[in-house]
Each structure stands twice: as C-alpha cells, then as structure tokens.
C-alpha cells in the first residue's frame, strides 16, 4: 500500500513537471521586429511604434508597428481579432503569433496588446469615435480631410469615421471641401444634440 502511494506521489510529481517544462516552452519570445522571420509559427512578445492603424470590413484591426531602432526600417502589421485602443506614436507590446499572410510575416493577436506610452495629444478619430469619454474636456489635435463645410461648421473624415468641427472664419478662407487638414482644439458633448464635436482653435491645411 505504501509503495503504491509513492507511486501515486512519483508519477503525479513527474506529471506536474512536465506541465512546467511545456507551459516554459509555449511562453511567448521577447524578440524585435528584425528577428521576427526566424520566428514564423512561434508565439512572440514584441515591442514597437505604432505608425498606422485601421480597421478592416470585418470590425478586426490591423496595426503597422516600426522598429523602435532609428536605423531599422523594418515594419511589421499585426492583426488584431477585436479592435484595441492605441493610435499612431503610440508605444506598444504586442503578444501574439507570427503567421505569413499574402507572402508577408505578420503577428495575429487576439487583442494582448499593452499600451508602454501613449503618444502626446495626437487623437486620430477611430480613437475618438470608440472612446469619446476619454476625451471630453481635453486639448486635442487630430487629422482626416474635410467631407463637407456648412457655415462655420466643418465636418471631418478619416476612414469612415468623422466629427463635427466648429471652426473661425479665418480659418474657413483657407480651407475647402477634400482638403487634408489638421484640426486643434478642445472636445466637447453637446446634451441637447447627444454628440460629439471639436471647438477649433486652429484648422491648418496639410499636405
């Protein structure tokens, strides 16, 4: 009876070891953005800047990331399955898997993305639209091209999402309708008409 429970003991000790040893090996590799093509079918941790981000028909996300590396100009995209709130200049680590799409390396994440910095207050308005709350009250700038001008109202696009601007007539002389414009100014809830708008204090023509 004793031995058969030293048995019991050995056998469930050797079993809960080889747990370890295999959870040690499914760990994601902390790798840069250079490495990840002797990573393919690997899980991975990788660091980066964002330096594009939009969302697919399908409601996923996909994520351009650059090497934090000034001398690399290697870029990576990440699809994510469900959207994650981060924007350009963001700094980010993505946990997920590197898989080849369409010939071209790419890490699918099933949202573990973690927020290292934030950029400063350069809000794009996929952010904007998916987390207004965050930004009531606050100084922001943000960028899309301008779809329509109706008085001294302006109303802004950028990949399906938009706000409404109110802008100065100094501005308005400057600017017209398809124009790339950048937008600064503080972001308000209007109660009465349950939305959200931008009160200018610059609308600036880009290129």
């Known amino acids: 009876m004793v031995k058969r429970i ?28 250079d490495e990840v093509q002797k990573f393919e079918g ?15 028909n399908s409601n996923n996300q996909i994520i351009l990331l650059k090497s934090m590396n000034e001398k690399s100009k290697t870029e990576l995209a990440v699809f994510s399955e469900k959207p994650v709130d981060v924007d350009i ?19 699918v994440t099933d949202g573990r993305i973690e927020i290292i910095l934030r950029a400063s ?10 987390y207004p709350a965050n930004y009531v009250g606050r100084e922001i700038n943000t960028t899309g091209y301008i779809k329509s001008i109706e ?12 706000i409404s601007t109110i802008a100065s007539p100094i501005d308005l002389d400057e600017i017209s309708k398809e ?11 209007d109660k009465q008409t349950f ?8 609308v600036v023509k880009i290129a």
């Open 179 to 189: 124009d790339h414009v950048l937008v600064r100014g503080l972001f308000l809830y």
């Open 42 to 56: 690997r899980e991975v941790r990788i660091n980066g800047m964002v330096s594009d981000v939009f969302i697919t």
């Open 89 to 107: 200049n963001d700094v980010v680590s993505v946990e997920g898997k590197v898989t080849r799409y369409k010939g071209k390396l790419e890490i």
């Open 151 to 162: 008085g001294n109202v302006i109303t802004v696009e950028n990949q399906s999402y938009y």
């Open 6 to 33: 030293e048995v019991s003991l050995f056998t469930a000790f050797i079993g809960i070891m080889f747990l370890y040893v295999l959870s040690l090996s499914i760990q994601p590799v902390e790798i840069s953005i």
């Open 121 to 130: 207050q350069n809000i794009s308005l996929f952010r904007l639209s998916k």
């Open 195 to 202: 939305s959200y708008y931008i009160l200018s204090s610059k």
